[in-house]
Protein backbone atom coordinates (compact mmCIF):
# COMPACT_ATOMS: atom_id res chain seq x y z
CA UNK A 1 0.00 0.00 0.00
CA UNK A 2 1.38 3.32 -0.91
CA UNK A 3 0.61 7.04 0.33
CA UNK A 4 0.00 9.94 -1.48
CA UNK A 5 3.55 10.10 -1.45
CA UNK A 6 4.36 6.61 -2.98
CA UNK A 7 5.65 5.72 0.65
CA UNK A 8 4.70 2.21 1.13
CA UNK A 9 2.82 2.00 4.89
CA UNK A 10 5.46 1.37 7.57
CA UNK A 11 4.60 -1.61 9.96
CA UNK A 12 7.67 -1.63 12.08
CA UNK A 13 7.07 -0.61 15.72
CA UNK A 14 9.10 2.61 16.56
CA UNK A 15 12.72 1.70 17.25
CA UNK A 16 14.29 2.98 20.43
CA UNK A 17 16.08 6.54 20.47
CA UNK A 18 19.35 6.68 19.39
CA UNK A 19 21.52 6.55 22.62
CA UNK A 20 23.43 9.49 20.53
CA UNK A 21 21.68 11.58 18.76
CA UNK A 22 24.39 14.01 17.97
CA UNK A 23 26.00 11.12 16.20
CA UNK A 24 28.78 10.62 18.93
CA UNK A 25 29.92 14.56 18.92
CA UNK A 26 31.69 14.13 22.04
CA UNK A 27 34.29 11.65 20.82
CA UNK A 28 34.68 13.35 17.55
CA UNK A 29 38.46 14.39 16.74
CA UNK A 30 39.25 17.84 15.24
CA UNK A 31 39.30 16.65 11.89
CA UNK A 32 36.03 14.59 12.10
CA UNK A 33 34.21 17.37 13.46
CA UNK A 34 35.54 19.83 10.85
CA UNK A 35 32.89 20.45 8.49
CA UNK A 36 32.35 18.05 5.72
CA UNK A 37 32.63 19.36 2.09
CA UNK A 38 29.64 20.52 0.54
CA UNK A 39 28.20 17.23 -2.10
CA UNK A 40 27.95 18.50 -5.62
CA UNK A 41 23.64 18.99 -6.08
CA UNK A 42 24.07 19.00 -9.95
CA UNK A 43 20.99 17.12 -10.99
CA UNK A 44 23.56 14.10 -12.27
CA UNK A 45 20.52 11.80 -11.25
CA UNK A 46 17.65 14.01 -12.26
CA UNK A 47 14.99 11.08 -13.67
CA UNK A 48 17.10 8.17 -12.84
CA UNK A 49 15.82 5.35 -10.48
CA UNK A 50 18.31 4.34 -7.93
CA UNK A 51 17.42 0.67 -5.86
CA UNK A 52 19.36 0.72 -2.49
CA UNK A 53 19.17 -2.66 -0.25
CA UNK A 54 19.16 -2.06 3.59
CA UNK A 55 19.17 2.20 3.14
CA UNK A 56 16.72 3.04 5.97
CA UNK A 57 19.81 3.40 7.90
CA UNK A 58 23.91 4.50 7.57
CA UNK A 59 25.67 4.27 4.95
CA UNK A 60 22.79 3.35 2.51
CA UNK A 61 20.60 5.89 4.29
CA UNK A 62 23.28 8.65 3.44
CA UNK A 63 23.64 7.45 0.14
CA UNK A 64 20.05 7.58 -0.46
CA UNK A 65 19.82 11.19 0.82
CA UNK A 66 22.15 12.14 -1.60
CA UNK A 67 21.05 10.28 -4.44
CA UNK A 68 17.99 12.64 -3.75
CA UNK A 69 19.76 15.41 -3.46
CA UNK A 70 21.52 14.88 -7.00
CA UNK A 71 17.67 14.61 -8.78
CA UNK A 72 17.26 10.57 -8.54
CA UNK A 73 14.01 8.81 -7.50
CA UNK A 74 15.10 6.30 -4.80
CA UNK A 75 14.05 3.10 -3.78
CA UNK A 76 14.49 1.62 -0.27
CA UNK A 77 14.06 -1.60 1.31
CA UNK A 78 15.04 -2.46 4.66
CA UNK A 79 13.41 -3.86 8.05
CA UNK A 80 12.70 -0.29 8.98
CA UNK A 81 11.98 2.33 7.17
CA UNK A 82 10.50 4.95 9.28
CA UNK A 83 13.78 7.27 9.08
CA UNK A 84 14.35 7.18 5.62
CA UNK A 85 10.73 6.84 4.43
CA UNK A 86 10.47 11.18 4.36
CA UNK A 87 13.68 11.67 3.12
CA UNK A 88 12.13 9.91 -0.01
CA UNK A 89 9.50 12.36 -1.55
CA UNK A 90 9.17 10.72 -4.99
CA UNK A 91 10.59 7.28 -4.46
CA UNK A 92 9.55 4.41 -2.36
CA UNK A 93 10.39 3.07 1.32
CA UNK A 94 9.70 -0.65 1.34
CA UNK A 95 9.97 -2.22 4.35
CA UNK A 96 10.82 -6.08 4.50
CA UNK A 97 13.63 -8.67 4.74
CA UNK A 98 16.26 -8.34 1.52
CA UNK A 99 17.50 -11.91 2.41
CA UNK A 100 13.45 -12.85 1.59
CA UNK A 101 14.11 -13.74 -2.18
CA UNK A 102 10.24 -13.36 -3.01
CA UNK A 103 9.87 -10.08 -1.23
CA UNK A 104 13.19 -8.87 -2.84
CA UNK A 105 11.84 -10.13 -6.24
CA UNK A 106 7.78 -8.38 -5.24
CA UNK A 107 9.91 -5.19 -4.50
CA UNK A 108 12.09 -4.73 -7.27
CA UNK A 109 9.09 -5.62 -9.66
CA UNK A 110 6.73 -3.13 -7.72
CA UNK A 111 9.84 0.08 -8.22
CA UNK A 112 9.52 -1.18 -11.96
CA UNK A 113 5.56 -0.65 -11.88
CA UNK A 114 5.74 2.72 -9.84
CA UNK A 115 9.17 4.57 -10.70
CA UNK A 116 10.09 2.92 -13.61
CA UNK A 117 13.22 0.61 -15.14
CA UNK A 118 16.01 0.45 -12.16
CA UNK A 119 19.08 2.50 -13.71
CA UNK A 120 21.13 2.18 -10.61
CA UNK A 121 21.14 -0.80 -8.05
CA UNK A 122 23.22 0.05 -5.02
CA UNK A 123 23.36 -3.63 -3.36
CA UNK A 124 24.28 -1.95 0.82
CA UNK A 125 22.41 -4.25 2.57
CA UNK A 126 25.05 -6.36 4.82
CA UNK A 127 25.68 -7.48 8.28
CA UNK A 128 28.52 -8.83 10.38
CA UNK A 129 27.20 -10.90 13.64
CA UNK A 130 29.28 -8.98 15.09
CA UNK A 131 27.64 -9.75 18.03
CA UNK A 132 28.13 -13.73 17.68
CA UNK A 133 31.37 -13.10 16.26
CA UNK A 134 34.98 -14.67 17.71
CA UNK A 135 37.24 -17.28 17.20
CA UNK A 136 36.41 -19.16 13.61
CA UNK A 137 36.76 -22.90 15.56
CA UNK A 138 33.85 -22.02 17.63
CA UNK A 139 32.06 -20.67 15.36
CA UNK A 140 28.75 -21.56 13.73
CA UNK A 141 27.82 -22.84 11.05
CA UNK A 142 24.56 -21.03 10.85
CA UNK A 143 26.40 -17.77 11.26
CA UNK A 144 28.22 -18.19 8.30
CA UNK A 145 25.29 -19.00 6.29
CA UNK A 146 23.44 -15.50 8.38
CA UNK A 147 26.61 -13.39 7.00
CA UNK A 148 26.36 -15.05 3.91
CA UNK A 149 22.74 -14.25 2.84
CA UNK A 150 22.69 -11.18 3.64
CA UNK A 151 26.22 -9.88 2.64
CA UNK A 152 26.57 -11.82 -0.81
CA UNK A 153 23.77 -13.80 -1.75
CA UNK A 154 20.92 -10.72 -1.43
CA UNK A 155 23.25 -8.85 -3.97
CA UNK A 156 22.95 -11.94 -6.35
CA UNK A 157 19.51 -11.92 -6.03
CA UNK A 158 19.54 -8.31 -6.57
CA UNK A 159 21.39 -8.11 -9.42
CA UNK A 160 19.71 -11.30 -11.21
CA UNK A 161 16.52 -9.37 -11.27
CA UNK A 162 18.04 -6.46 -12.69
CA UNK A 163 20.65 -7.06 -14.92
CA UNK A 164 18.44 -7.93 -17.54
CA UNK A 165 16.50 -4.93 -18.26
CA UNK A 166 19.68 -3.15 -17.90
CA UNK A 167 21.35 -5.48 -20.45
CA UNK A 168 18.32 -4.72 -23.11
CA UNK A 169 18.14 -0.91 -22.18
CA UNK A 170 22.40 -1.02 -22.80
CA UNK A 171 22.97 0.98 -19.78
CA UNK A 172 23.08 0.73 -15.69
CA UNK A 173 24.92 1.21 -12.88
CA UNK A 174 25.21 -1.60 -10.57
CA UNK A 175 27.39 -0.76 -7.19
CA UNK A 176 28.10 -3.78 -4.80
CA UNK A 177 29.00 -3.11 -1.14
CA UNK A 178 32.09 -5.12 0.47
CA UNK A 179 34.71 -3.75 2.84
CA UNK A 180 37.68 -3.12 3.69
CA UNK A 181 37.79 -5.78 6.38
CA UNK A 182 37.81 -8.32 3.10
CA UNK A 183 40.99 -7.54 2.48
CA UNK A 184 42.56 -7.12 6.45
CA UNK A 185 40.91 -10.12 7.48
CA UNK A 186 39.72 -8.50 10.87
CA UNK A 187 39.96 -11.72 13.45
CA UNK A 188 37.04 -13.06 14.89
CA UNK A 189 35.16 -12.01 11.56
CA UNK A 190 36.00 -14.91 9.38
CA UNK A 191 32.29 -15.27 8.01
CA UNK A 192 32.23 -11.67 7.25
CA UNK A 193 35.43 -11.41 5.33
CA UNK A 194 34.40 -14.54 3.44
CA UNK A 195 30.80 -12.99 2.35
CA UNK A 196 32.32 -9.60 1.42
CA UNK A 197 35.45 -10.85 -0.59
CA UNK A 198 32.66 -13.09 -2.24
CA UNK A 199 31.06 -9.78 -3.24
CA UNK A 200 34.54 -8.86 -4.70
CA UNK A 201 34.64 -11.73 -7.12
CA UNK A 202 31.34 -11.47 -7.88
CA UNK A 203 31.46 -8.06 -8.84
CA UNK A 204 34.85 -8.93 -11.31
CA UNK A 205 33.09 -11.39 -13.06
CA UNK A 206 29.84 -9.51 -13.34
CA UNK A 207 31.37 -6.62 -14.88
CA UNK A 208 32.71 -9.06 -17.72
CA UNK A 209 29.66 -10.33 -18.51
CA UNK A 210 27.45 -7.02 -18.24
CA UNK A 211 30.62 -4.76 -19.86
CA UNK A 212 29.51 -5.13 -23.39
CA UNK A 213 26.05 -4.25 -22.45
CA UNK A 214 26.74 -0.62 -21.27
CA UNK A 215 26.49 -1.92 -17.54
CA UNK A 216 29.41 -1.12 -14.89
CA UNK A 217 29.52 -3.39 -11.46
CA UNK A 218 31.65 -1.58 -8.84
CA UNK A 219 32.46 -2.37 -5.15
CA UNK A 220 32.93 -0.16 -2.73
CA UNK A 221 35.08 -1.17 0.13
CA UNK A 222 34.84 0.99 3.69
CA UNK A 223 36.93 1.19 6.33
CA UNK A 224 35.52 2.16 9.43
CA UNK A 225 32.59 4.68 8.94
CA UNK A 226 30.55 6.83 11.75
CA UNK A 227 27.31 4.80 11.69
CA UNK A 228 25.05 3.71 14.96
CA UNK A 229 27.26 1.15 15.88
CA UNK A 230 30.54 3.28 16.24
CA UNK A 231 28.69 5.32 18.14
CA UNK A 232 28.68 2.48 20.93
CA UNK A 233 32.31 2.18 21.01
CA UNK A 234 34.79 2.85 23.56
CA UNK A 235 36.76 5.54 23.77
CA UNK A 236 39.84 2.84 24.01
CA UNK A 237 38.63 1.30 20.50
CA UNK A 238 37.64 4.57 18.74
CA UNK A 239 41.53 5.15 19.86
CA UNK A 240 42.75 1.81 18.05
CA UNK A 241 40.71 2.76 14.88
CA UNK A 242 41.96 6.13 14.51
CA UNK A 243 45.66 4.77 15.12
CA UNK A 244 44.92 2.07 12.84
CA UNK A 245 43.57 4.53 10.02
CA UNK A 246 46.37 6.59 8.11
CA UNK A 247 44.20 9.03 7.91
CA UNK A 248 43.67 9.48 11.88
CA UNK A 249 40.02 9.56 11.66
CA UNK A 250 36.85 7.64 11.47
CA UNK A 251 34.96 8.46 8.28
CA UNK A 252 31.21 9.68 7.30
CA UNK A 253 28.16 7.48 5.66
CA UNK A 254 29.17 10.73 3.11
CA UNK A 255 32.59 9.98 2.50
CA UNK A 256 31.26 6.40 1.04
CA UNK A 257 28.24 8.14 -0.76
CA UNK A 258 30.37 10.40 -2.97
CA UNK A 259 32.10 7.32 -4.20
CA UNK A 260 28.64 5.46 -4.86
CA UNK A 261 27.44 8.26 -6.62
CA UNK A 262 30.58 9.11 -8.46
CA UNK A 263 30.63 5.10 -9.58
CA UNK A 264 26.81 5.60 -10.42
CA UNK A 265 27.13 8.58 -12.95
CA UNK A 266 27.68 8.53 -16.60
CA UNK A 267 31.29 10.00 -16.13
CA UNK A 268 32.10 6.42 -14.64
CA UNK A 269 31.40 4.64 -17.96
CA UNK A 270 34.66 3.64 -18.39
CA UNK A 271 35.64 2.28 -14.74
CA UNK A 272 33.97 -1.75 -14.21
CA UNK A 273 35.03 -4.72 -12.43
CA UNK A 274 36.84 -2.72 -9.50
CA UNK A 275 36.94 -2.58 -6.15
CA UNK A 276 37.50 0.81 -4.18
CA UNK A 277 38.67 1.56 -0.78
CA UNK A 278 37.18 4.12 0.79
CA UNK A 279 38.77 3.74 4.34
CA UNK A 280 41.58 6.43 5.29
CA UNK A 281 44.24 4.90 3.68
CA UNK A 282 43.85 1.76 6.32
CA UNK A 283 44.71 -1.18 3.05
CA UNK A 284 46.03 0.41 -0.11
CA UNK A 285 46.02 -1.58 -3.40
N1 LIG B 1 29.89 1.16 9.04
C1 LIG B 1 31.05 0.64 8.70
O1 LIG B 1 32.08 0.95 9.32
C2 LIG B 1 31.15 -0.32 7.53
C3 LIG B 1 32.42 -0.66 7.07
C4 LIG B 1 32.54 -1.53 5.98
C5 LIG B 1 31.42 -2.03 5.37
N2 LIG B 1 30.17 -1.71 5.85
C6 LIG B 1 29.02 -2.28 5.16
O2 LIG B 1 28.13 -1.25 4.82
C7 LIG B 1 26.80 -1.77 4.78
C8 LIG B 1 25.90 -0.89 5.61
O3 LIG B 1 26.40 -0.89 6.93
P1 LIG B 1 26.07 0.29 7.97
O4 LIG B 1 27.29 0.47 8.78
O5 LIG B 1 25.46 1.42 7.28
O6 LIG B 1 25.02 -0.48 8.89
P2 LIG B 1 23.78 0.09 9.73
O7 LIG B 1 23.53 -0.96 10.75
O8 LIG B 1 24.01 1.49 10.15
O9 LIG B 1 22.61 0.06 8.65
C9 LIG B 1 22.29 -1.14 8.05
C10 LIG B 1 20.86 -1.10 7.58
O10 LIG B 1 20.60 -2.35 6.95
C11 LIG B 1 19.35 -2.82 7.44
N3 LIG B 1 19.32 -4.27 7.34
C12 LIG B 1 20.10 -5.15 7.98
N4 LIG B 1 19.75 -6.41 7.64
C13 LIG B 1 18.74 -6.30 6.75
C14 LIG B 1 17.96 -7.22 6.02
N5 LIG B 1 18.15 -8.53 6.13
N6 LIG B 1 17.00 -6.75 5.19
C15 LIG B 1 16.78 -5.43 5.06
N7 LIG B 1 17.49 -4.50 5.73
C16 LIG B 1 18.46 -4.94 6.56
C17 LIG B 1 19.26 -2.32 8.86
O11 LIG B 1 17.90 -2.30 9.29
C18 LIG B 1 19.88 -0.93 8.73
O12 LIG B 1 18.93 0.05 8.40
C19 LIG B 1 26.89 -3.21 5.23
O13 LIG B 1 26.94 -4.06 4.11
C20 LIG B 1 28.20 -3.25 6.00
O14 LIG B 1 28.76 -4.54 6.02
C21 LIG B 1 30.02 -0.86 6.91
Sequence with gaps: MADAAGIDAVSDPPKPADPSPSGGAATLSPREAAALPAPATTGRFDGRVVVITGGGAGIGAGTARRFVAEGARVAVMDLAVDEIAPALSAGLA????????????????????????????????????????????ESQESTWRFVLEVSLLSAMRASRLVAPGMQARGRGRIVNMSSDAAFVGDAGLADYAAAKMGVVGFTRALARELAPHGVTVNA????????????????????RIRAGTPAGFVGEVEDVAALVAFLASDEARFITGQTLLVDGGRWMV
Design 94 to 137: RQGDCTDAEALARFLADVDARLGPVDVLFNNVGQSARERGGPFV
Design 220 to 239: VCPGAIRTRAHDTLSPEVLA
